[in-house]
């Protein structure tokens, strides 16, 4: 009788002593488990960065907007020189420019450039950042034909034509470059008194810009850039038509920019080029 008493003592003192064990060990792992979960949160998983480039290479083509022609201010090279310094100051990243615009040159001799242009051919494929003006000549040489006899309609079918043209224009600077962003600088109407008797010139103007818009979106990254009424408003349009001079325009040939006007042409094309930064600057 001692005996089992004995025994059912020690089988309970063994079950107290697994119960306990048990007990503390659930207690200890589970306040283990508080500690890790009170923790995790301080844990911030690290963001990736993209890195800049290391450099950039800037391909302007196009007409003597391009070139520069006009600008009376000791910078020189019209937009190009200005936007590169932009981009190269406000990114603090090194800027080249390479600078294929010929004054005269019709969306046509443009082309043609593109496809026989060895420097081109390099400099394309290397290029970060493209801009294209374009259209111009193609107006002036419609102006000429023409001459003061023009009309709207003559306008428009001339837009249609050249719709074609620029979207061949295009289709050949991807061919060399299909990732760089692609900025198309549009026509604006400097004629505001020597097309004072063509009606609905304005309006004119517009649907030409607009054709050359929708070309563009039909390209991957590629963005026009409206500058039709960078050089008129109703401050200047009421100075030319008392003075017959447009402040922001080249008073040797009353077309091109002046120096202030390639700063006002510049900043527009920075303001599309620094919303798109994801598509130039990093690698």
């Known amino acids: 009788m001692k005996k089992k008493s004995i025994w059912i003592i020690v ?3 063994i079950l107290v002593a697994v119960s306990g064990g ?17 923790k995790a949160p301080n844990k911030k998983p690290k963001k990736k960065t993209v890195p800049k480039k290391k450099s950039l290479s800037l391909v302007a083509i196009g007409d003597s907007l391009t070139q520069g022609v006009g ?9 190009v020189t200005r936007l590169t310094s932009k981009v190269q100051n406000h990114y603090d990243i090194p800027t080249q420019p390479h600078n294929y615009g010929v004054s005269g040159d019709t969306s046509t001799q443009i082309m043609t450039r593109i496809k026989n242009d060895k420097n081109m051919h390099q400099d394309l494929p290397k290029a970060d950042i493209i801009t294209i003006t374009v259209g111009g000549n193609d107006f002036m040489h419609l102006l000429q034909k023409k001459g003061l006899d023009l009309t709207a309609g003559d306008i428009a079918d001339e837009q249609v034509k050249f719709d074609k043209r620029l979207k061949q224009l295009l289709t050949d600077v991807r061919s060399y470059n299909k990732t760089a962003p692609i900025y198309l600088i549009g026509i604006y109407n400097p004629f505001s008194v020597y097309l004072s008797n063509v009606k609905n ?3 004119a103007f517009i649907n030409w810009n607009r054709g050359s818009a929708r070309v563009a979106a039909t390209f991957n990254k590629t963005y026009f850039v409206d500058i039709n009424n960078l050089y008129q408003t109703k401050q200047v349009d009421k100075k030319v038509k008392k003075t017959g001079v447009n402040p922001y325009l080249y008073k040797k040939d009353h077309f091109h920019p002046n120096g202030t006007g390639y700063d006002m042409m510049t900043d527009k094309i920075f303001a599309k080029v620094s919303t798109t930064t994801k598509e130039w600057l990093y690698k």
């Open 71 to 79: 600008d009376s201010k000791s910078v020189g090279g019209g937009y």
């Open 11 to 13: 089988v309970i003192l």
């Open 22 to 38: 048990t007990y503390y060990f659930v207690q200890g792992n589970h306040q283990q488990q508080e500690v890790v979960t009170k």
């Open 201 to 203: 010139a304005k309006t």
